[in-house]
């Protein structure tokens, strides 16, 4: 990594949201390591076009967050390209119903892995660097951290914890890292996408009545990365006005 340059982690990365911080934090001059944990080709097209912009200014970090050892792969991964870190963005997460009654002890231990114990052991593992370079962690969280999403009990739990890791870890950690989080609302729809029905409710209840854009989220990242130094401990809604409607 070039000196006086800020680096970037930025995990679930190749495509989506992830993939539009990526390339927002990418043209504000950062240097980005762009994680991912199956869609390597994704990931590895998004670095060569950054790199194609800027030689040697974008990396692929491939783990499994929720696997046993997986970010201790990560963390080990990171300190190979850098030796500071100035933003980690905990973007990775997974999204599928639990309908109490009938969920699964494996579904609850993969959705809170991925969700919210990844981000809170991977933002631990790299403290050091963190703190070396008075750093900045922000956690994507979801409208839905906020009020339940019918059906999908232990997402909507995994999300209100991370909800509360934000503000428990900017207590605690600063004032040498700040901890901020972005609470986006409907912004795409998920590869499951619901029926028309449904999708009408939601921009009914949505009060600029549209889907939000990935662009949104990674300018909400930013801000919180790289303008807002005397900002932490917050969660910054991103959902049109969906909260307003819940």
């Given at each position: ?48 076009s950054l790199n194609e912009m800027r030689p ?191």
């Amino acid at each position: 990594m070039k000196t006086g340059i800020k680096t970037a982690l930025v995990t679930g990365a190749a495509a989506r949201i992830g993939a539009a911080v990526v390339r927002a934090l990418h043209q504000r001059g950062c240097s980005v390591l762009i994680h991912c944990h199956s869609n390597r080709p994704g990931a590895a097209s998004l670095a060569d076009s950054l790199n194609e912009m800027r030689p040697d200014s974008a990396w692929v970090l491939c783990a499994d967050l929720s696997a046993p050892g997986g970010v201790e792969q990560l963390v080990a991964a990171c300190s190979q390209h850098t030796e500071h870190l100035d933003v980690l963005v905990n973007n990775a997460s997974r999204f599928y119903p639990t309908v109490v009654g009938e969920t699964l002890p494996y579904q609850w231990d993969d959705l809170i892995s991925s969700n919210l114990r990844g981000p809170y052991f991977l933002s631990q593992g790299l403290l050091r660097p963190l703190r070396a370079a008075a750093g900045v962690i922000i956690n994507i969280l979801d409208v839905h951290a906020q009020r339940p999403m019918a059906g999908h009990a232990v997402y909507s739990i995994s999300k209100a914890g991370l909800a509360m890791m934000t503000l428990a870890l900017a207590r605690e950690l600063g004032p040498a890292i700040r901890v901020n989080a972005v609470s986006p609302g409907a912004i795409l729809w998920p590869q499951q996408a619901p029926d028309e029905a449904v999708k009408k409710t939601i921009l009914e209840r949505t009060v600029l009545g549209r889907l939000g854009e990935p662009a949104d989220i990674a300018s909400a990242v930013v801000y919180l990365a790289l303008d807002a130094p005397y900002v932490t401990g917050q969660i910054l809604a991103v959902d049109g006005g969906r909260s307003l409607n819940m």
